[in-house]
């Protein structure tokens, strides 16, 4: 699968962006051979969605979205398993988006962090109380990477079955 690729305002694909401030972990390990398990739902009281990935040319990005029986997000799981090129600064979030790609709301990381070649980092979006909630309309999540520098986002494929 490939990833789509966006430029600042110039793609109607990304819409507006509401940045919402959110409890998460973030992790790094050591090299590709570390990535966690993005489908992991353990301990969140939701279960397994589904989860896409995409591929670039310096890694892998990818998203598992685990989900309570009310549509309500408890997990959602970005993660980007880099193989090559330079270091980079990168943000991860994840949207509830519509099938015909409206936008209903995106969530950001807590803050800009580097990655190079050889590293797997990752975010944890946990809601313990108060979750971000699917609807008929907006029932699908992707997980987002936005290199700093440069300003383009990285977006995986729709996982629809919320």
Not at 39 to 53: A, Q
Not at 96 to 102: A, E, K
Request: glycine fraction near 12%.
């Amino acid at each position: 699968m490939t990833l789509q690729k966006s430029k600042g305002k110039r793609v109607a694909r990304l819409a507006a962006i509401t940045a919402t401030l959110t409890v998460g972990v973030l992790g790094l390990t050591a090299a590709p051979a570390h990535a966690i398990n993005v489908n992991d739902c353990s301990g969140t009281g939701g279960s397994w969605r589904g989860s896409e990935e995409g591929s670039l040319s310096n890694g892998v990005l990818q998203a598992g979205f685990c989900v309570d029986t009310d549509r309500k997000a408890t997990r959602t799981t970005v993660q980007y398993i880099k193989s090559g090129g330079g270091t980079v600064t990168l943000r991860f979030g994840w949207q509830i988006i519509s099938p015909s790609d409206t936008v209903k709301e995106t969530y950001w990381d807590e803050g800009a962090f580097t990655q190079s070649a050889g590293q797997t980092k990752y975010y944890r979006f946990e809601y313990p109380t108060w979750r971000p909630s699917y609807d008929s309309t907006y029932k699908c999540g992707r997980g987002i990477m936005k290199d700093q520098n440069s300003g383009t986002q990285y977006v995986t494929k729709l996982v629809c079955n919320m």
